[in-house]
């Protein structure tokens, strides 16, 4: 898998602080990029496999929904991006992992240092999770941020919300 040249690399991105993931549609395919500095690209080193997990919790109507990006099978790097289901922009990157078999992820210093492919396995999760909203009322980005507060509480970390078992379904 080719490695980004950093002038794709959206501006959004490169303006944030490290360490942070970032869901974005470019050219019609929803990348991940995870925003590191250079001395946090020392937990990649040799095999980097990913995983993918979608965490669902239902506030009706709020439906809060995590993306989490597990690297190289550690806590340590665990990552998360919270998806606002009713907002546009999360509709987009659901529609993204409904269709897309593979998802790259690309750790972005400076430059983008090094690029992963991930087995996209929240594909169904993601299809199931759209017909969802489409039954539901509207909810306001106010509404989607107590629900999130509330989940932060109990689940303060990414590597916690990766092992809260919040999946599809289940809460």
Same mark, same amino acid.
């Given at each position: 898998? $080719?490695?980004?040249?950093?002038?794709?690399?959206?501006?959004? @991105?490169?303006?944030?602080?490290?360490?942070?993931?970032?869901?974005?549609?470019?050219?019609?395919?929803?990348?991940? =990029?995870? &925003?590191?500095?250079?001395?946090?690209? &020392?937990?990649? #080193? *040799?095999?980097? $496999? *990913?995983?993918?997990?979608?965490? @669902?919790?239902? =506030?009706?109507?709020?439906?809060?929904?995590?993306?989490?990006?597990?690297?190289?099978? %550690?806590?340590? %790097?665990? =990552?998360?991006?919270?998806?606002?289901?009713?907002? $546009?922009?999360?509709? &987009?990157?659901? /529609?993204?992992?409904?269709? /897309? $078999?593979?998802?790259?992820?690309?750790? #972005? %210093?400076?430059? @983008?240092?090094?690029?992963?492919?991930? /087995?996209? %396995?929240? &594909?169904?999760?993601?299809?199931?999770?759209?017909?969802?909203?489409? /039954?539901?009322?509207?909810?306001?980005?106010?509404?989607?941020?107590?629900?999130?507060?509330?989940?932060?509480?109990?689940?303060?970390?990414?590597?916690?919300?990766?092992?809260?078992?919040?999946?599809?379904?289940?809460?």
């Amino acid at each position: 898998m $080719p490695t980004l040249d950093r002038s794709t690399v959206p501006a959004s @991105v490169l303006a944030i602080n490290p360490v942070r993931l970032v869901a974005e549609i470019v050219d019609d395919r929803l990348l991940l =990029f995870l &925003r590191e500095d250079e001395w946090g690209l &020392r937990k990649y #080193v *040799g095999a980097c $496999p *990913g995983e993918l997990r979608l965490c @669902v919790w239902d =506030f009706e109507p709020v439906l809060a929904v995590v993306l989490l990006l597990r690297l190289a099978r %550690t806590d340590l %790097t665990t =990552f998360e991006y919270w998806i606002d289901a009713g907002s $546009p922009a999360g509709v &987009r990157i659901l /529609q993204g992992l409904a269709e /897309q $078999p593979r998802v790259d992820a690309h750790i #972005v %210093t400076a430059a @983008v240092a090094r690029s992963v492919r991930v /087995q996209n %396995t929240v &594909r169904q999760a993601a299809l199931d999770i759209l017909d969802t909203i489409r /039954q539901r009322r509207a909810w306001t980005p106010e509404d989607f941020a107590a629900a999130r507060r509330r989940i932060c509480q109990l689940y303060p970390t990414a590597a916690a919300l990766w092992w809260s078992g919040a999946s599809p379904g289940e809460k």
